[in-house]
């Protein structure tokens, strides 16, 4: 059999050029990471006051999706579901207003929702390996629907007591991720060049 020679498509074309210019930038990359990882560290030593920081931001988020919703309600008053509209953004924003006068509150609520969707998740990942446990890799589907079940539970089963740090510690977590990969992008990116 003879081998067909390896021909660039057009996608392929597209992607180095994209690389390319984005090599010009790669200082930019390395000091986006550096500062990620630093904010992570720094969220990871004051997991309580990141956590009510993240609070604070996810209520001011609903409080302005809640004043949006009303005002495309009030807009559209004469539409049959302005009732809906109005409920729905009455609800959103005094959520988002207990969020924000008592973020502590806040945090137990989204603790409790975040192992809650673990759960779910988890099970649901586990009902999808059950229904097609002969495919290839659904070991790996497993794994990831017990551990995520597990997480889920685990948090459940230490609420209220860990709503006061799990939060700041997820985003601890997520700064300390993407700072290690936006260094990492602009370290191969440094080498494109």
Do not use: C
């Not at 200082?27 to 990882?37: E, R």
């Not at 729905?88 to 603790?111: D, E, H, K, Q």
């Not at 601890?172 to 440094?190: E, K, N, S």
């Amino acid at each position: 059999m003879t081998e067909q020679p390896h021909t660039s498509g057009p996608d392929e074309g597209r992607i180095s050029q994209a690389l390319q210019e984005m090599s010009q930038y790669w200082g930019w990359f390395i000091a986006g990471g550096i500062l990620l990882v630093a904010l992570g560290m720094v969220a990871l030593a004051h997991v309580f006051v990141a956590t009510l920081v993240s609070v604070l931001f996810i209520g001011a988020l609903m409080l302005a999706g809640g004043i949006v919703q009303l005002a495309q309600a009030w807009r559209m008053k004469h539409w049959k579901g302005f009732l809906v509209w109005t409920l729905g953004g009455v609800l959103y924003a005094a959520a988002g207003v207990l969020a924000i006068v008592n973020p502590v509150a806040g945090a137990s609520v989204l603790t409790l929702l975040f192992g809650a969707v673990l759960i779910g998740s988890g099970a649901f990942r586990l009902w999808i390996w059950f229904n097609n446990r002969s495919q290839r890799g659904w070991q790996w589907i497993a794994f990831s629907g017990l551990i995520t079940l597990a997480t889920g539970l685990l948090i459940a089963a230490n609420w209220p007591g860990n709503s006061i740090w799990i939060l700041g510690l997820l985003l601890a977590l997520d700064l300390f991720i993407q700072g290690w990969t936006l260094l990492l992008a602009g370290l191969a990116l440094r080498t494109r060049r």
